[in-house]
């Protein structure tokens, strides 16, 4: 029995148990969705009040009604119940006697009369008053509170994000509807008498709809659209009668009556009250918001809000508070929230996905011949852009034609915009599906889409700087194969074992898209009189290779390349200035060592060795030299060359004498003339030929493991 004209104006409803036919009024006309001017079934504006006079009107007309202004003073203290006031409703409604007229302050601006909120601090410090002012439930902060998406939406749009007052009287009613965009909406009586509410779930919204139209077939005729005019009322038994389930609800001053997307309500007011309503929208709204923007498309119905707008700011957001937690280690309230509604099943993503699908079928119906561009950013920053056909909004993507560059249209009615060739027609994509992709792949929290999205879509350019340093510190290397070790001086040095045959993967930036990790492999190859020789492949392109004797200098060469890149394409990602081959190879990573060393058991790889192992043990000589020698270790071996082997590995633990930190040439002089006193010549020949042979000879080996048990033979 209530009709919105539209959602901007402020409105005075007069009301009737048989609503008057009235004009209607002029609409913008459009080959799908034009119309005539016939009369339409709605209400009439009534008187202008102030807030007193229409209290006096309400009162006078409540005492009237119900006979208690002629009662003697005794029966004046008799008040009509709800109930009482209840069944009179009904009855004026479905057996009318006569003409009952009641007025509604309906959808009053609170921008323009103010709010029952508080919205500054109070002058008088009243501490109470104050409290309320940033308070959640604060019907002025309700909609842009962090959890709600119409946070994103920068306009205040009067009764969706800017609160309505509603000044009502007995009997002012509103009739069965949604919400806007099948928004949540919150109701708050702030003082008077009751209001009386009747809801249907939104999961029988259409079985309402069904029902309405059996019984009130001529005015769905004449209106098919009925049901979004706010005109309608049709009593709850009837409705329970086609087994729709009605639900009753009494508010009484001070309480909040929330309504769910898409939940059908009704209602009525039993007195004189004020009561203030706005809408809000938590993440699991957007589903059913899709759900109405697809409705109105077909009703050709304006939009109040643009959905795309709102969701993919909120994928934005999710996508940075994912990074946030999972790779700056960053926890908070606002993050955890995004993230629980992330994962391939997060209500957030299903509806991302959801969007996607509609865009990615529409696409593929364009025509081949259609081209495609990106779209500016500022496209609708001014204006927001619809479909001329069906008012759909055209935040995400938008067909235009030369012939006429103020004409747009959705990718449904792209055939409809003109006559031209479809070759002629551009189709303007804010983010392409293999964005939309990238986009769903990261809210399911795929770490290269993450990176990817953030990378493209961020704008402030500090905090990614802060994500990319964040990556560079971190590698982690997988071992693939490990190969087989090879003794020889090429083979391995102080700082590691390069097994022929080992394989790793590691993920880094990409070389031909530095704003994209990719994963490598490195591996080790025989390079004969080279030795090993250190190969880095892209794995998705096995042709972009570098290969070096030197694992620092591979891993060198791919930096190069990243860095031309960056250059070149001129990416956000900062140029990287070192890089550690070994790192990158995995020599760095202690449980990848740790198998490389178990392929050496017998401590071949000497040069590696000598390096690694400890010095443990004390001794003294006649002469007050200090020895510092290592403990011989017992090894497991199966042959006589492995038992060589172990002495002469045991061996080079020995660090010689060693006074204080090192010994100066002039000391080890000293110790040779000593020992070489009780030496003939021929054994200063034989010492002379084993030292200059080198560490490589079998002499050495001799020479050493002999040298080793003569030492521990004296320490005993």
């Known amino acids: 029995m209530r009709k919105k004209l539209h959602r901007k104006r402020k409105r005075r409803r007069q009301y009737f148990s048989r609503p008057r036919r009235r004009a209607r009024p002029e609409t913008e006309s459009n080959g799908a969705c034009g119309g005539d001017k016939e009369d339409k079934f709605g209400f009439q504006s009534g008187s202008d009040f102030t807030l007193q006079e229409f209290q006096r009107f309400a009162e006078e007309f409540k005492e009237l009604y119900f006979g208690v202004k002629d009662k003697s003073p005794e029966d004046k203290k008799w008040l009509p119940s709800v109930d009482d006031i209840e069944g009179e409703y009904w009855r004026i409604i479905e057996q009318p006697t006569d003409e009952v007229e009641v007025y509604y302050g309906a959808d009053l601006e609170t921008g323009m009369l103010g709010s029952g909120f508080p919205k500054e601090p109070s002058l008088s410090k009243d501490s109470k008053v ?17 959890g709600s998406v119409l946070s994103f939406e920068e306009c205040n749009i009067s009764g969706v994000l800017v609160p309505w007052l509603y000044i009502g009287m007995c009997f002012s009613s509103f009739c069965w509807h949604v919400e806007d965009h099948h928004l949540y909406s919150l109701n708050y009586l702030h003082w008077g008498d009751s209001k009386v509410w009747y809801g249907v779930p939104g999961i029988h919204a259409s079985s309402l709809e069904k029902a309405m139209k059996k019984h009130l077939p001529d005015l769905f005729e004449e209106q098919p659209d009925l049901l979004n005019e706010l005109v309608t009322q049709l009593s709850p038994s009837v409705v329970k009668s086609e087994g729709v389930p009605v639900y009753r609800a009494v508010q009484n001053s001070g309480e909040f009556v929330i309504t769910f997307p898409k939940a059908y309500h009704s209602g009525f007011n039993c007195g004189f009250n004020c009561a203030e309503a706005v809408n809000v929208a938590p993440v699991d709204w957007l589903q059913h918001g899709i759900s109405a923007v697809e409705l109105y498309s077909m009703q050709c119905h304006k939009t109040s809000i643009s959905h795309d707008k709102l969701l993919f700011a909120a994928a934005d957001v999710a996508v940075r508070s994912l990074w946030e937690i999972s790779v700056l280690k960053k926890e908070n309230q606002d993050n955890l929230r995004w993230k629980s509604v992330c994962g391939k099943d997060g209500k957030l993503t299903q509806a991302v996905k959801t969007r996607v699908y509609y865009e990615e079928k529409r696409i593929e119906h364009l025509p081949a011949v259609t081209r495609i561009q990106k779209m500016e950013k500022d496209f609708d920053l001014d204006t927001e852009r619809e479909c001329f056909s069906c008012f759909y909004d055209l935040h995400q993507s938008a067909v235009c034609c030369n012939c006429n560059s103020d004409k747009f249209a959705c990718l449904k009615h792209a055939n409809l915009i003109c006559s031209c060739k479809p070759d002629n027609r551009l189709v303007l994509l804010r983010y392409t599906i293999d964005e939309l992709n990238t986009l769903v792949n990261a ?8 990176q990817v999205w953030l990378s493209k879509n961020h704008s402030n350019p500090q905090l990614k700087n802060e994500y990319v340093e964040e990556i560079r510190t971190s590698f982690s290397v997988e071992p693939v194969n490990f190969g087989s070790v ?43 009189l080279l030795g090993p020789l250190f190969k880095v492949s892209l794995e998705e392109n096995p042709d972009e290779s570098f290969v070096n004797a030197s694992a620092n200098e591979c891993w060198a060469m791919v930096l190069q390349r990243i860095n031309e890149q960056v250059a070149t394409q001129r990416c956000l990602v900062k140029p990287l200035n070192s890089i550690n081959g070994l790192q990158m190879f995995g020599f760095l990573s202690p449980s990848i060592v740790t198998a490389i060393e178990a392929l050496d058991p017998h401590h071949k790889c000497t040069e590696y060795w000598k390096n690694k192992l400890p010095v443990v043990k004390k001794s003294s000589s006649n002469s007050g030299d200090n020895l510092l020698v290592g403990e011989k ?5 199966g042959s006589d060359e492995g038992e060589i082997a172990d002495s002469f590995e045991a061996a080079d633990e020995l660090l010689i004498v060693e006074n204080g930190n090192s010994l100066s040439d002039e000391e080890i002089q000293i110790v040779f003339r000593r020992m070489l006193k009780k030496a003939n010549l021929e054994e200063m020949e034989v010492v002379n030929r084993i030292l200059c042979r080198g560490s490589t000879s079998p002499l050495w080996r001799v020479a050493v493991e002999t040298l080793t048990e003569e030492i521990k033979r004296t320490q005993k």
């Open 130 to 146: 104050n409290e309320y002012v940033n308070s959640g439930w604060n019907l002025n902060n309700l909609s842009r509170l962090s």
């Open 443 to 450: 809210l399911e929290e795929s770490f290269d889409a993450l």
């Open 486 to 528: 090879v003794y020889g001086k090429l083979w391995c040095n102080k700082d590691a074992i390069f097994p022929k045959g080992y394989k790793s993967r590691v993920k880094f930036f990409n070389i031909c898209n530095p704003e994209i990790e990719s994963s490598y492999t490195s591996e080790i190859v025989d390079g004969g």
């Open 633 to 637: 270790k017992s090894w497991a071996t």
